[in-house]
């Protein structure tokens, strides 16, 4: 019989991730939710997802990755109004408390959001279920109610979230806190600088690419025009048109397809010009110098796309609905033309980025405010 002391054992921090993805909505959110779960884990802290069952969903994906999922129900009415949310914020924040509670009887050490359909109301409805609540936006415009909240996003608004979070929650904004995964910085680091002359292009318009882009730049690419340059063709696995993808490239000798892959940073890194969306992939670009044709493909998109264009570090094609074949080709034969105007959009990319202050973020959402 043991008579000593009772030694207190120590749990692991307890996250839980409300975030989603879909065919409509894309991937993005959820993918940049896994690299922040991976640096909490190896911080020793137990990350659980929590996403809601929608069509072209990465519940298998971040499954695979190791971590816990809590599937919320498919909406009872696909047709729902509310886009990002899929049902009203009522419903979902007590579908979510049940999934906290069920898995952790205690409140969560900390909960985050990174969702576009998410505001006040359902952060205050589950305030008293978690002892921290931080939120992941770009967006600022609407309310939140949490401790922390993360902006990556480069904005020339001083102080964009004036009013819209408490006066306590500690504000990380700006393009220093980025969400990058440990390859980006390994690739950082044997990066070598751009001469701007263009053989190598990658074309990446995120997971889903649900207005098919990617299939639209393959054609601008299949002029002769450009059958010196060779192509990274990269895609999701929840692509709806993948195949579609595959059987183009496999018809163009110098094209290379990569789907649902975990090197990205290094294609970058060898890339002279990319063409992709205007979203978060964009501070990817970015932060390896990396010069770009983009286009708008979602609402969100556009502050970011317009920013950066005016910054010079990339050149925006404008909107999907407004890009042809012949904008695509006639945005090549530019940067092929003007090597020293790629050059220029490389250095205008890496000084957008600035210091980079990732080590922070994990280090609040670890040791609190």
Same mark, same amino acid.
């Given at each position: ?125 589950? %305030? ?12 600022a415009?609407?309310?939140? @109610? ?11 608004a ?15 904004t700006?393009?220093?806190y ?15 600088e ?17 207005t ?69 992939t ?9 010069? %770009? ?9 556009? @502050? ?24 695509i ?14 050059? @220029? ?9 600035? @210091? ?13 405010n």
């Open positions: 019989m043991h008579n000593g002391p009772v030694t207190e054992v120590s749990r692991p921090m307890q996250i839980f991730i409300r975030a989603d993805s879909s065919y409509q909505m894309g991937t993005g959110h959820v993918m940049r939710c896994l690299t922040l779960a991976g640096e909490l884990r190896q911080r020793g802290a137990e990350v659980t997802f929590i996403c809601r069952d929608l069509p072209g969903n990465l519940a298998g994906y971040i499954r695979s990755k190791g971590y816990a999922v809590e599937l919320l129900p498919q909406p009872n009415d696909p047709s729902y109004a509310a886009f990002w949310l899929q049902t009203d914020w009522r419903t979902d924040a007590l579908e979510t408390v049940q999934r906290l509670t069920l898995a952790s009887p205690a409140p969560a050490d900390c909960l985050i959001v990174d969702h576009y359909g998410i505001d006040r109301r359902w952060e205050q409805a589950l %305030s008293r279920h978690v002892h921290r609540l931080a939120v992941i936006d770009d967006l415009d609407r309310p939140h @109610e949490c401790s922390l909240l993360l902006d990556a996003n480069a904005s020339g001083r102080d964009r979230y004036q009013g819209l979070v408490p006066d306590s929650c500690v504000k990380l700006g393009t220093g980025t969400i990058l995964r440990p390859e980006f910085r390994s690739a950082k680091q044997r990066l070598a751009r001469d701007g002359r263009v053989g190598r292009v990658l074309v990446f318009f995120g997971g889903t690419d649900p098919g882009e990617t299939l639209r730049a393959l054609q601008a690419l299949q002029n002769p025009a450009f059958a010196h340059l060779h192509l990274d063709v990269v895609l999701g696995g929840m692509n709806g048109r993948k195949e579609a993808i595959a059987t183009r490239c496999s018809a163009m000798p110098n094209a290379e397809y990569h789907c649902q892959i975990d090197y990205i940073a290094e294609l970058m890194r060898k890339a002279d010009l990319s063409i992709g969306a205007g979203g978060s964009t501070w990817e670009r970015c932060y390896l110098g990396l010069p %770009s044709l983009t286009i708008v493909t979602a609402d969100n998109q556009r @502050e970011i796309t317009a920013l950066v264009h005016e910054q010079g570090a990339a050149y925006s094609l404008g909107e999907t609905s407004d890009v042809t074949v012949q904008a080709e006639q945005g090549l034969h530019f940067m092929l033309a003007h090597p020293a105007k790629v050059k @220029e959009m490389s250095g205008k990319a890496l000084q957008l980025m600035g @210091e980079d202050r990732w080590d922070e973020v994990i280090t609040r959402i670890i040791g609190g």
